[in-house]
Nanobody, 124 residues
């Protein structure tokens, strides 16, 4: 059973950087796709970035492209989200998502596993 947990959230100022981590504490080897989503109160959970566990395929939402980078640490079984030049509009709860299939979708309904989320707050 996949068990995801995010870490690395916090409060930063505009222009700062943060790195989020997501681990599968159960060390399930069946994960094929991992992604990051974010949500603010009253809005839909929106896609941020995703990648396949095998290979280097990754893609981003237009709002974060060029500022955020999704990557993996195979040795530690982590997925990372490096967030640079953060802006107040990036303030949200960030969720790690995963699935046992190789997905190429921004639609959250296709991801079968989710972490509890970590808060990122960017002040101006």
């Amino acid at each position: 059973q996949v068990q995801l947990a995010e870490s690395g959230g916090g409060v930063v100022q505009a222009g700062d950087s943060l790195r989020l981590s997501c681990s599968d504490s159960a060390r399930t080897l069946s994960i094929q796709t991992m992604a990051w989503f974010r949500q603010v109160p009253g809005k839909e959970r929106e896609f941020v970035a995703a990648m396949w566990w095998s290979g280097s395929n990754s893609y981003y939402s237009d709002s974060v492209k060029g500022r955020f980078t999704i990557s993996k640490d195979n040795a530690k079984n982590l997925v990372l989200l490096q967030m640079n030049n953060l802006q107040p509009d990036d303030t949200a709860v960030y969720y790690c998502a995963a699935d046992t299939r190789q997905l190429w979708t921004r639609n959250r309904v296709h991801y079968g596993y989710w972490g509890p989320g970590t808060q990122v707050t960017v002040s101006s």
